[in-house]
């Protein structure tokens, strides 16, 4: 055999480097951004060392080794296909499930578990069989092998219920459309709310099916711990997060007051002398009381809940009597589908699009607040203040407008974020909507020290550039859609 047919990279490599080999490494790079992946294109990259790239350079350098890894993935998709065959497969033996053999073929070459390999089995026949767009911007680098996966999880089942092929047709472009700013969470969003659209009936079908799974376990781990996993229905579950979220800042705001009163004692104990035992008692009090303070939030959550629900046993250890919590989380429905006139999917806050009858469920005993939205792209454009005790009108609405960190990829709740303003109060910003927005607490500390700058647009839109000049553009979010 020759040396071209045993070392075909390593040859493709050196004639790519001739070509390359008069311009800057920076500049090879800037060349490969957007250039077609393969082959060709990889025996370039592959010599570079980031090292000795410019700091700007190493992130184009990243981003193009990720469109040649997205490469890859598309091959890779095919390559399953080829071995676990187009449908699944069965056998007569009573011992045997679908796909077994098929399975295990994968799981040992890619040293998998099976439950591994069949999910990987099922994405490569859902993208190879019925999702070819998926496949070609996968092969092309424009989305990664996480995006595209989404994408094929969240298809699968509307799929497999009998989707027609324009409505997957439709899905998959909103989802590649949508895919060029956004995470492969808020992909899978995406896709969840346009199912939802196209094919009501469907996506019924599909979460009352999924409903059925509804279950709580408890596994025993090690050292004397274990793990309780709920898998709830979206506004269960949402019931159940909110209820958490209120016992922190119930224990939150307790906490404050013990320590601002130790804090008292100690001061008064301090300047009337009353010797160093009442002194160091009254510390020791003060110590207690900041221990809730110091827990991280997932602690505080896992203390919460078992508080709730020992509070709940104690309640009703003699008698049980089933009763139902009051909504208290956001529902966002259209009047035709409130008043039966429509089956449009409403948005559950928290979680993403629902079926219009739990929506309509949810609206009989939620508290409601209006929203106007611009009927083209469904961007909030007012709010009502329609409750006896309004808060602030403009806090309102950006709560309402931007709902998550306005950070690429952020999903942390407005709620629990800092209004913040783009350009800083003290150099002249103004306080309008504009200029202002919701960053989290890391987000908001990373702008104002981390040299990362903001330009805000008044319908919440913004633009990020990095300390190294990238710059990340975030659209405006639809008020009818999750992100």
Same mark, same amino acid.
């Given at each position: 055999?020759?040396?071209?047919?045993?070392?075909?990279?390593?040859?493709?490599?050196?004639?790519?480097?001739?070509?390359?080999?008069?311009?800057?490494?920076?500049?090879?790079?800037?060349?490969?951004?957007?250039?077609?992946?393969?082959?060709?294109?990889?025996?370039?990259?592959?010599?570079?060392?980031?090292?000795?790239?410019?700091?700007?350079?190493?992130?184009?350098?990243?981003?193009?080794? &990720?469109?040649?890894?997205?490469?890859?993935?598309?091959?890779?998709?095919?390559?399953?296909?080829?071995?676990?065959?187009?449908?699944?497969?069965?056998?007569?033996?009573?011992?045997?499930?679908?796909?077994?053999?098929?399975? &295990?073929? #994968?799981?040992?070459?890619?040293?998998?578990?099976?439950? =591994?390999?069949?999910?990987?089995?099922?994405?490569?026949?859902?993208?190879?069989?019925?999702?070819?767009?998926?496949?070609?911007?996968?092969?092309?680098?424009?989305?990664?092998?996480?995006?595209?996966?989404?994408?094929?999880?969240?298809?699968?089942?509307?799929?497999?219920?009998?989707?027609?092929?324009?409505?997957?047709?439709?899905?998959?472009?909103?989802?590649?459309?949508?895919?060029?700013?956004?995470?492969?969470?808020?992909?899978?969003?995406?896709?969840?709310?346009? #199912?939802?659209?196209?094919?009501?009936?469907? $996506?019924?079908? #599909?979460?009352?099916?999924?409903?059925?799974?509804?279950?709580?376990?408890?596994?025993?781990?090690?050292?004397?711990?274990?793990?309780?996993?709920?898998?709830?229905?979206?506004?269960?579950?949402?019931?159940?997060?909110?209820?958490?979220?209120?016992?922190?800042?119930?224990?939150?705001?307790?906490?404050?007051? &013990?320590?601002?009163?130790?804090?008292?004692?100690?001061?008064?104990?301090?300047?009337?002398?009353?010797?160093?035992?009442?002194?160091?008692?009254?510390?020791?009090?003060?110590?207690?009381?900041?221990?809730? =303070?110091?827990?991280?939030?997932?602690?505080?959550?896992?203390?919460?809940?078992?508080?709730?629900?020992?509070?709940?046993?104690?309640?009703?250890?003699?008698?049980?009597?089933?009763?139902?919590?009051?909504?208290?989380?956001?529902?966002?429905?259209?009047?035709?589908?409130?008043?039966?006139?429509?089956?449009?999917?409403?948005?559950?806050?928290?979680?993403?699009?629902?079926?219009?009858?739990?929506?309509?469920?949810?609206?009989?005993?939620?508290?409601?607040?209006?929203?106007?939205?611009?009927?083209?792209?469904?961007?909030?454009?007012?709010?009502?203040?329609?409750?006896?005790?309004?808060?602030?009108?403009?806090?309102?609405?950006?709560?309402?407008?931007?709902?998550?960190?306005? $950070?690429?990829?952020?999903?942390?709740?407005?709620?629990?974020?800092?209004?913040?303003?783009?350009?800083?109060?003290?150099?002249?910003?103004?306080?309008?909507? &504009?200029?202002?927005?919701?960053?989290?607490?890391?987000?908001?500390?990373?702008?104002?020290?981390?040299?990362?700058?903001?330009?805000?647009?008044?319908?919440?839109?913004?633009?990020?550039?990095?300390?190294?000049?990238?710059?990340?553009?975030?659209?405006?979010?639809?008020?009818?859609?999750?992100?």
């Amino acid at each position: 055999m020759s040396s071209a047919n045993l070392y075909p990279v390593q040859e493709l490599s050196t004639v790519a480097t001739n070509k390359y080999e008069s311009i800057s490494s920076d500049q090879v790079i800037a060349n490969l951004l957007h250039s077609i992946p393969g082959i060709k294109s990889l025996s370039i990259l592959a010599p570079i060392n980031p090292m000795e790239l410019s700091v700007s350079a190493r992130i184009d350098f990243l981003t193009a080794l &990720e469109r040649q890894a997205a490469w890859l993935q598309a091959l890779l998709q095919r390559a399953i296909v080829a071995i676990a065959g187009d449908e699944s497969s069965s056998t007569d033996k009573i011992w045997d499930g679908v796909d077994e053999a098929e399975r &295990e073929d #994968i799981a040992t070459a890619l040293r998998l578990s099976p439950n =591994s390999a069949q999910l990987r089995i099922d994405v490569a026949r859902t993208l190879v069989n019925h999702l070819p767009n998926t496949c070609a911007a996968l092969a092309m680098g424009e989305i990664s092998a996480s995006h595209a996966t989404v994408i094929a999880k969240e298809t699968a089942a509307a799929i497999r219920d009998g989707l027609s092929e324009s409505a997957i047709y439709e899905v998959e472009s909103k989802a590649l459309s949508f895919a060029e700013f956004h995470t492969p969470g808020q992909v899978a969003n995406k896709v969840r709310t346009t #199912i939802a659209q196209l094919a009501p009936a469907e $996506f019924e079908e #599909i979460v009352d099916r999924a409903r059925e799974s509804r279950k709580v376990s408890c596994y025993n781990d090690s050292d004397g711990m274990a793990t309780v996993v709920a898998i709830l229905p979206a506004q269960d579950a949402q019931i159940v997060m909110k209820s958490l979220e209120a016992f922190i800042l119930k224990m939150n705001e307790k906490d404050e007051r &013990e320590r601002s009163e130790a804090a008292r004692l100690y001061r008064a104990g301090s300047g009337a002398g009353s010797g160093a035992g009442s002194g160091d008692n009254t510390l020791s009090n003060r110590s207690e009381t900041s221990s809730w =303070s110091l827990l991280s939030a997932d602690n505080k959550r896992a203390d919460a809940l078992t508080a709730i629900l020992s509070s709940a046993l104690a309640e009703n250890v003699d008698l049980v009597k089933p009763h139902r919590r009051a909504v208290t989380v956001n529902v966002t429905i259209d009047l035709p589908t409130l008043l039966g006139l429509a089956e449009n999917p409403g948005q559950l806050s928290g979680y993403g699009a629902i079926p219009a009858s739990i929506a309509r469920e949810l609206a009989s005993d939620a508290t409601w607040k209006r929203f106007i939205t611009d009927p083209q792209t469904g961007n909030l454009l007012d709010f009502g203040r329609e409750k006896y005790e309004p808060p602030q009108a403009l806090v309102d609405f950006l709560l309402a407008r931007d709902r998550t960190c306005r $950070f690429p990829g952020c999903r942390q709740p407005a709620t629990r974020a800092d209004i913040d303003h783009a350009h800083s109060w003290d150099a002249g910003g103004k306080t309008n909507l &504009e200029n202002l927005g919701l960053l989290c607490r890391r987000h908001h500390r990373m702008k104002t020290h981390g040299r990362w700058g903001l330009v805000s647009h008044e319908d919440g839109s913004c633009e990020w550039t990095s300390p190294v000049g990238k710059t990340y553009f975030v659209p405006a979010r639809p008020i009818n859609e999750m992100v």
